[in-house]
């Protein structure tokens, strides 16, 4: 697929680059790398993102041309021959509003991602599951095809950030040595990484840390003799201290963090549902889990979930189900 990619990238002129709704660290990063590397090829490149990123996410976007769909997207998609589908394996995954305009986009289509079990909805599709992250997935596709050169410090930011929130800032089983390659690589042209980590996780609000306090010290739940932990945030809870979008990034790993927890789950209400955030280590996954039991999936060690009934409700049907999870180990 590398050599497709190559060969439609050099007839291709204006592209729109697409992620998933409720972007993370590697949709940003992988949609800005990819966005800057075109630059540098000479295309026209737009963004489209499904809604609006956390708050810590959005400086990284300030130096490129982009919407958020929710908000409004009024460009003729006439004028574009390609449709790059980022980070994601299923026209779902950019969310209900927009999944339509993905599945009938006139031209191109074209997947680049790293989820397991990809659906056929794109021409190209450049999928490898064994790669850490979408952004290092980014590096490889540019070194493969021999654009190496074209990767430059705007490139590479967007990919340091990917790889380092995908894998928990280089701790997670995903993590092999071609990622170390490739940060290599990035620090040798000049990424400053400290900057990127600094701007991702030293950015805490009072509020967002009294909220993270609360969840630990009053939400948190272990199961006796089970390696499993959670914790859950109501609508209510979240309101009370003044939650903002990315507050509760990284919770469901504390959770992970504890001594003889091997599975983690994190249960928290919205206006549409309740989304979950399944992690595990060791000999347990998750993905399966969750694609069975709670309309999700993702990876082996980390997988996302939903449920449209009450937060009370899906906590006891999880709660119900965890012998079947451990059981899959």
Same mark, same amino acid.
């Given at each position: 697929m590398i050599d497709a990619l190559r060969l439609h990238l050099n007839k291709s002129q204006k592209v729109l680059i697409t992620t998933h709704k409720s972007p993370d660290g590697d949709a940003i990063g992988s949609v800005v790398s990819w966005y800057f590397f075109l630059k540098n090829m000479g295309k026209e490149a737009h963004i489209i993102i499904p809604d609006r990123p956390? $708050?810590?996410?959005?400086?990284?976007?300030? $130096?490129?041309?982009?919407?958020?769909? $929710?908000q409004g997207f009024e460009q003729d998609i006439t004028c574009f021959d390609t449709l790059?589908?980022?980070?994601?394996?299923?026209?779902?995954?950019?969310? +209900?509003?927009?999944?339509?305009?993905?599945?009938?986009f006139p031209e191109t289509k074209i997947m680049i991602d790293h989820h397991p079990h990809p659906q056929d909805f794109c021409e190209i599709m450049v999928s490898r599951p064994d790669?850490?992250?979408?952004?290092q997935l980014i590096f490889e596709c540019i070194e493969e095809m021999g654009f190496i050169h074209l990767l430059d410090v705007p490139v590479g930011n967007g990919i340091y950030l990917g790889m380092l929130t995908d894998t928990g800032s280089?701790?997670?089983?995903?993590?092999?040595? +071609?990622?170390?390659? /490739?940060?290599?690589?990035?620090?040798?042209?000049?990424?400053?990484?400290?900057?990127?980590?600094?701007?991702?996780?030293?950015?805490?609000? /009072?509020?967002?840390?009294?909220?993270?306090?609360?969840?630990?010290?009053?939400?948190?739940?272990?199961?006796?003799?089970?390696?499993?932990?959670?914790?859950?945030?109501?609508? $209510?809870?979240l309101?009370?201290?003044?939650?903002?979008?990315?507050?509760?990034?990284?919770?469901?790993? /504390?959770?992970?963090?504890?001594?003889?927890?091997?599975?983690?789950?994190?249960?928290?209400?919205?206006?549409?549902?309740?989304?979950?955030s399944f992690r595990s280590k060791g000999k347990y996954?998750?993905?399966?889990?969750?694609?069975?039991?709670?309309?999700?999936?993702?990876?082996?060690?980390?997988?996302g979930g939903f449920s449209n009934d009450s937060l009370s409700v899906t906590i006891d049907r999880f709660r119900s189900l965890v012998g079947e999870l451990t059981q899959m180990a």
């Open positions: 956390a $708050d810590f996410l959005l400086p990284f976007l300030k $130096d490129v041309e982009y919407s958020i769909f $929710d790059y589908c980022l980070d994601y394996n299923g026209a779902g995954r950019v969310g +209900k509003d927009m999944e339509s305009f993905v599945l009938e790669v850490c992250s979408t952004a280089f701790r997670f089983p995903s993590v092999k040595a +071609k990622t170390h390659e /490739v940060l290599a690589y990035l620090l040798k042209i000049g990424v400053n990484h400290v900057q990127i980590h600094e701007a991702i996780y030293d950015v805490n609000t /009072v509020s967002r840390l009294q909220l993270r306090g609360y969840a630990i010290a009053e939400k948190l739940e272990l199961f006796p003799g089970l390696p499993i932990g959670l914790i859950s945030l109501s609508l $209510d809870e309101r009370r201290f003044d939650y903002q979008k990315g507050d509760t990034e990284g919770l469901v790993n /504390v959770i992970l963090s504890i001594e003889g927890i091997s599975i983690a789950a994190f249960f928290v209400e919205h206006e549409d549902g309740i989304k979950i996954f998750v993905n399966e889990f969750s694609a069975k039991n709670f309309m999700g999936g993702g990876h082996q060690y980390a997988a």
